[in-house]
């Protein structure tokens, strides 16, 4: 659980993958990398303000709560090859961590999730992994199960709304400054029906 909540470990993956993607992939997974990433962003800045609007305590800062935590190690990947720390909440973290809502890490996740789904025919599987970050979240006593709830929602909503947004500045600017491109692309979202779109 510690392991899933950890995003160092994971970084070094997901840049990677992106960056492959960008170098050798198609219109599609270009547009999926850059709309994801923009997406990111935005999504982490609500996040930030969101926790300072609500300012709501998290588990392990209100009550003694079971705590996992990974040793030290470079790179942080060769920490999953020690034994975590297992030990309980005292009053010491009630300082260490920021607000509990929204769950950032599920704000990620989730984000991540609905542009899988909506640009690959099997990229709703990603929703397992939200599902294993947000119950690791509740199990190491970051959040409340609330938290985690509303975040899915929050973060959905906000994935809907952005891609939204980036459909609509695609179709403005690349209508007029790459025609032929976006006639042979009209949409950034890929064809749920596993069809290219028609060139025209």
């Not at 009550?63 to 190690?73: D, F, I, Y």
């Not at 769950?103 to 542009?115: D, L, Q």
Request: positive net charge; aromatic residues 12%.
């Amino acid at each position: 659980m510690a392991a899933f909540s950890d995003a160092e470990i994971w970084r070094p993956l997901f840049v990677a993958v992106g960056i492959s993607a960008l170098l050798f992939g198609g219109f599609k997974t270009r547009a999926f990398v850059i709309c994801l990433v923009l997406s990111l962003l935005i999504g982490s800045l609500v996040t930030s303000a969101l926790k300072s609007a609500v300012d709501r305590p998290r588990p392990k800062q209100v009550e003694s709560v079971r705590m996992v935590q990974l040793q030290k190690a470079r790179p942080k990947f060769l920490t999953l090859f020690k034994n975590p720390i297992i030990r309980f909440s005292d009053s010491s973290d009630r300082s260490r961590s920021g607000p509990s809502f929204p769950s950032g890490h599920v704000a990620t996740n989730t984000i991540i999730a609905v542009f899988c789904t909506l640009f690959y025919r099997r990229g709703w599987l990603y929703w397992f992994v939200t599902a294993a970050v947000g119950y690791s979240r509740i199990y190491l006593g970051s959040h409340w199960p609330s938290d985690v709830l509303a975040t899915v929602f929050l973060g959905t909503g906000e994935s809907l709304l952005l891609l939204a947004l980036s459909e609509l500045i695609w179709r403005v600017v690349g209508r007029k400054l790459v025609p032929q491109l976006f006639a042979r692309h009209p949409s950034l979202v890929a064809d749920l029906s596993g069809r290219s779109p028609r060139p025209t």
